[in-house]
């Protein structure tokens, strides 16, 4: 028998759901890729992606190349672009996995040039161009001497001209606006050449950002690409954990470490088998809560690297919980991003810092899903 921390069940029917819906949005004339980087922002890429592929994802975005050359095992026949572009000495790793670089410098394509010289063939590119974020992507001095120099690109087959909107989920902000003029007015350049700039936010602010090929991330996994807005997507996870120990505080004690909170009355509190350890960040210590059958049970103290306390005060006792029952941490009551603002963060990190302790459970998978064909 294996025990673990909690369970993380994740349900892979909402995921392809989630994609259909955001392809469904930009049209048949666009087409619709997945950002599977971070292990699928920290949900398992061998489980996630051939999901995706079964609801029809054929481009994958990772962040690095190692994350690429694994992903090519799960996925031998997609085509996978690496944003963090070309590392420099491991250049032939990517022609043998058959990876795209999303090429960020001139630099690199020189590097990738030199290559396809060597190899006799022309190497497949994403070309990203800076229109703000200023971290990755040509900027405007590299992009004139590509544009004045006709064999700046020799032996480079660019598949997509891409940018990246710096605040596309600020609904007040007028900086994708911004960045498409900007990028616009070079993209024009390259004539046939795809475009590609939205991601989840940008999916749903302006068809105009559309263009040839959205790159959805957070959307897919159940993350509010409109915060300002009820989510429109389908919650792809569900996190628990089980009761360790049911104790009683009398009034004045304190729990956890340091002792940051001091009980002014008498108090039940669960000992929770989570830490930060498990990715419950320790900043919800003191702010977050966790649910049972509705009732929410705050965080009291110190989250420690394994275990947590919470305050049962507000629960009828005759309901428990008791040793051995799971509390809700993320789930109907109180999604990933619901925890992302208790503890002054975004939904990405929540999903990111997942532990590997958990006994991972997914739901409704398809067996045509393990061969992608």
């Not at 630099?107 to 030199?114: D, R, V």
């Not at 005759?318 to 509390?327: A, Q, V």
């Not at 990933?336 to 603002?341: G, P, Q, R």
Request: proline residues 5%; aromatic residues 6%; contains cysteine.
């Amino acid at each position: 028998m294996t025990a673990h921390s909690g369970t993380l069940t994740i349900d892979l029917a909402a995921l392809r759901e989630n994609y259909l819906k955001l392809k469904n949005i930009v049209g048949a004339s666009c087409e619709t890729a997945a950002v599977v980087k971070a292990n699928a922002y920290g949900l398992g890429v061998q489980q996630m992606t051939p999901a995706l592929w079964q609801a029809g994802a054929r481009a994958f975005f990772v962040a690095l190349l190692e994350e690429g050359i694994e992903l090519r095992k799960t996925l031998p026949e997609a085509r996978i672009a690496v944003l963090n572009g070309l590392i420099r000495g491991a250049e032939k790793e990517y022609a043998a996995s058959n990876l795209i670089p999303v090429i960020n410098t001139l630099t690199e394509i020189k590097a990738y040039q030199a290559l396809a010289k060597e190899l006799g063939k022309k190497l497949p590119a994403f070309l990203h161009i800076d229109t703000g974020m200023n971290r990755l992507g040509l900027e405007d001095h590299e992009i004139k001497e590509i544009l004045q120099n006709p064999q700046a690109t020799e032996g480079i087959n660019i598949l997509c001209i891409m940018s990246h909107f710096t605040s596309s989920e600020e609904r007040e902000s007028d900086s994708c606006a911004r960045q498409y003029e900007a990028f616009s007015a070079v993209s024009m350049n390259f004539p046939g050449i795809p475009r590609s700039f939205c991601n989840s936010s940008g999916i749903f602010r302006d068809s105009t950002y559309h263009m040839d090929l959205v790159r959805p991330g957070m959307a897919l996994y159940g993350l509010n690409p409109t915060p300002d807005q009820k989510n429109p997507m389908h919650p792809v996870i569900k996190l628990e954990a089980p009761v360790m120990q049911i104790r009683t505080a009398q009034k004045g004690d304190t729990c956890g470490y340091n002792e940051t909170y001091r009980f002014n009355e008498e108090a039940r509190l669960a000992v929770v088998s989570i830490g930060y350890a498990d990715g419950l960040l320790r900043s919800l210590s003191n702010t977050g809560s966790l649910f049972w059958k509705g009732h929410a049970l705050p965080i009291r103290g110190r989250i420690s690297m394994d275990l947590t306390i919470c305050d049962l005060s507000g629960v009828p006792e005759n309901i428990g919980p008791l040793p051995g029952d799971h509390l809700e941490i993320i789930g109907p009551h109180q999604s990933a991003d619901m925890v992302a603002c208790a503890a002054k963060t975004i939904g990405y990190e929540i999903l990111t810092s997942l532990g590997s302790r958990y006994a991972r459970l997914y739901k409704n998978e398809r067996t045509q899903e393990k061969k992608p064909a």
